[in-house]
């Protein structure tokens, strides 16, 4: 372990910081967050988030000012607002490590911390989902006090416990309530399973929930004065309260898949690591002790107990972060976020075990791996499958999926080359290497199917100055970003065609692909192609000759 640090920050360079700059904002989250920033700093409005210079209740507009803060010092450039994005997952990273450091030892957490650093939800957090990002480095600094309060050190406990409320608090004022509370529904879900009802007491409830109240509620009595009821009716869904929702059916569903996705490849070890946490390690007879493990920590049959039961909690966190998926209207991939340190913590406990006895953990090992080349070998069809759709990333759309293919099947052969311990950290590679490809290559080959950049710059570059564009819907957020003056979204096609005419007669008109039949159907002239992308066409309206 004496390079593990240095380990982990490669791992974080390559899967965090390579390619920030790579291609422009990206819709629809990363996009829309940076121009409701902008927004709200050009009205000067701290309260209501604005979109379209009208309220926009996705989340809490403190959910923005990192955002704000990084346009107002670098006047906007996305590359610095991901680098503080991957600052935050950095901060999140190495706070599982140290809870898994305090609770299981310094190398299963250095080994949670690379779980979580080579999980592929992270990178794509960093990408597109900051307010999620932060949300769950001061969720986890809660569930960190209390796991403290529950099996750790008795100095400085109320210390600790008061950090850990007041991260609650900054969380309920930056992501809402769900993301501040399931915490704690966690912890009230370990001790109804653990049926310790003399540790209810333990992390001074009441008096938590006093504190984050009157943290968080100036700004939610502030906007409920402003907007009333129609406040209220978003504030349970935050952070995702305007999305579309989904039939209610489908969210257990939802749940699993975004752990198993969201958690890839370390998802197939992860049922496992479940497994392993019930299991008794030691290879001594077990015998009931009383009192805290914090007592006795020289004593291994105590700090087994202890880790046990800590393992315990961390499955009830992961079951509590997950719930609130089933609530949100149309969660994306990265709502799975808060659930990923736990699952890196029962994981990097499970692996630190694997270093100390191999033979013992042959079976979930070898089911990892087994299960990582099934799903890599077919994750990596498709995405070959996918390339000649997308003609000017196949190439790269090919790489992508060699590299896929050969990492997935590497665990596979280091085990039964007998090599268990490289067999489980080879789980780590498809990510690992694979997100840099991704970074530096496939997304700037395909930046026209992710934002409206390169639509914004050929409006600007042929359009004469003070040229109104024309939609046929709502503009997208990076459209709004990229070219913010003079976007007119038309009801009525052929009159908006009629009165938006620029200095050289021409009418500027966006719309996207599938609609150009129906557009040149309507708009009274001839129509020139100026620039045709995946996710945009531009053109402009010819009047009819007289």
Not at 75 to 93: D, Q, Y
Not at 214 to 233: C, D, S, V
Not at 358 to 363: C, E, K, P, S
Request: aromatic share 8%; net charge positive.
């Amino acid at each position: 372990m004496r390079f593990a640090g240095l380990a982990l920050a490669a791992v974080c360079a390559l899967t965090l910081f390579t390619g920030l700059d790579s291609v422009g904002l990206v819709d629809w989250r990363e996009a829309r967050d940076a121009q409701v920033a902008r927004e709200m700093i050009a009205r000067h409005e701290i309260l209501t988030p604005l979109f379209g210079y009208a309220r926009h209740l996705e989340k809490p507009a403190p959910a923005y000012a990192p955002e704000a803060l990084v346009q107002l010092a670098t006047r906007g450039t996305p590359e610095t607002s991901r680098r503080l994005r991957a600052a935050f997952a950095v901060v999140l990273i190495v706070l599982t490590g140290s809870i898994g450091a305090h609770m299981f030892g310094v190398r299963a957490g250095v080994l949670a911390a690379v779980v979580l650093a080579t999980s592929l939800v992270v990178p794509m957090a960093v990408r597109t989902d900051g307010t999620q990002l932060l949300a769950s480095v001061l969720a986890w600094v809660g569930v960190a006090g209390f796991a403290d309060a529950q099996f750790g050190r008795r100095r400085g406990g109320m210390a600790r416990l008061l950090v850990a409320w007041v991260a609650l608090a900054a969380t309920l004022a930056v992501a809402g309530p769900l993301p501040a509370l399931w915490p704690v529904g966690g912890w009230a879900l370990y001790l109804l399973l653990a049926r310790a009802r003399e540790d209810w007491n333990r992390i001074l409830l009441p008096a938590g929930l006093v504190l984050m109240a009157g943290i968080a509620l100036p700004w939610y009595g502030a906007m409920f004065e402003r907007h009333g009821t129609a406040f209220l009716a978003h504030v349970p869904f935050f952070p995702y309260a305007v999305e579309a929702r989904g039939p209610w059916w489908t969210s257990p569903v939802l749940v699993v898949s975004f752990l198993v996705v969201g958690f890839f490849p370390w998802s197939t070890l992860l049922p496992g690591a479940l497994t392993h946490a019930a299991t008794w390690w030691l290879r001594v007879l077990r015998l009931p002790v009383l009192g805290r493990a914090g007592d006795q920590r020289h004593d291994p049959i105590q700090r087994e107990i202890r880790e046990e039961g800590a393992a315990h909690f961390f499955v009830a966190c992961m079951a509590a972060a997950l719930a609130p998926l089933v609530l949100y209207p149309g969660p994306p991939l990265t709502a799975a976020l808060p659930a990923l340190p736990a699952a890196a913590l029962l994981c990097g406990r499970m692996l630190d075990h694997l270093f100390e006895d191999a033979t013992r953990l042959v079976v979930p090992v070898r089911n990892a791996a087994f299960m990582l080349a099934l799903v890599g070998t077919v994750g990596a069809v498709l995405v070959a499958t996918v390339g000649p759709r997308i003609g000017e990333a196949e190439a790269d759309l090919r790489l992508l999926a060699t590299v896929v293919f050969a990492t997935s099947w590497l665990p596979l052969l280091a085990h039964l080359a007998g090599r268990r311990t490289l067999a489980a950290m080879a789980l780590a590679l498809p990510v690992t290497i694979g997100t840099p490809i991704v970074q530096l290559r496939l997304l700037p080959r395909m930046e026209d199917w992710l934002n409206t950049r390169a639509v914004a710059a050929a409006f600007e570059r042929v359009a004469p100055p003070g040229a109104v564009l024309v939609l046929d819907e709502a503009p997208r957020p990076s459209l709004r970003w990229y070219a913010p003056a003079n976007l007119v979204p038309a009801r009525e096609l052929e009159a908006a065609i009629a009165a938006h005419r620029a200095r050289d007669g021409l009418t500027y008109l966006a719309f996207r692909p599938f609609n150009e039949r129906r557009v040149a159907s309507r708009t009274g002239g001839p129509l020139e192609i100026v620039l045709r992308t995946p996710t945009l066409v531009l053109a402009r309206v010819h009047p009819i000759a007289p």
